[in-house]
């Protein structure tokens, strides 16, 4: 049981519940090494557990690193919180939000990824 300061929950809900969120959720700890992920029922981007451990720049196309580079300084330095970035996968029209997570004090703890397709969205308010 994991006791949190609103409740407790056990591992096997834990698990069902960060599976049963829209949309890709991406672990990144203090040293930009990718730590979890989520198993979504349709994953946005390919995940496999070869990438735990590694860094989140070597998940991302090289003409992305640069950007990627940005956002986790900006997000380590405290100059953001949170950064926002919509893309275009294939006619689908994706929103990935980077959350920086903070102890208590504001030391950086890493960030989180989370990717989710908005297409439904778009496809809504369009006439």
Not at 17 to 45: H, Q, S
Not at 78 to 105: F, H, I, M, S, T
Request: aromatic letters at 4%; one cysteine or more; proline letters at 5%.
């Amino acid at each position: 049981m994991i006791e949190l300061r609103t409740g407790r929950v056990d591992e096997q809900h834990l698990e069902a519940l960060l599976n049963a969120m829209p949309g890709d959720l991406t672990l990144v700890g203090p040293d930009d090494t990718i730590v979890y992920f989520n198993e979504p029922t349709e994953r946005l981007f390919s995940r496999t557990s070869s990438i735990l451990g590694t860094s989140v720049q070597s998940c991302h196309p090289a003409k992305s690193v640069p950007a990627v580079n940005r956002v986790i300084a900006d997000l380590k330095s405290g100059a953001k919180d949170l950064v926002e970035a919509w893309v275009d996968l294939d006619g689908r029209l994706v929103n990935v939000r980077y959350l920086a997570l903070r102890d208590q004090r504001g030391g950086y703890l890493g960030c989180l990824e989370i990717a989710q397709d908005m297409t439904h969205v778009r496809d809504h308010c369009q006439p």
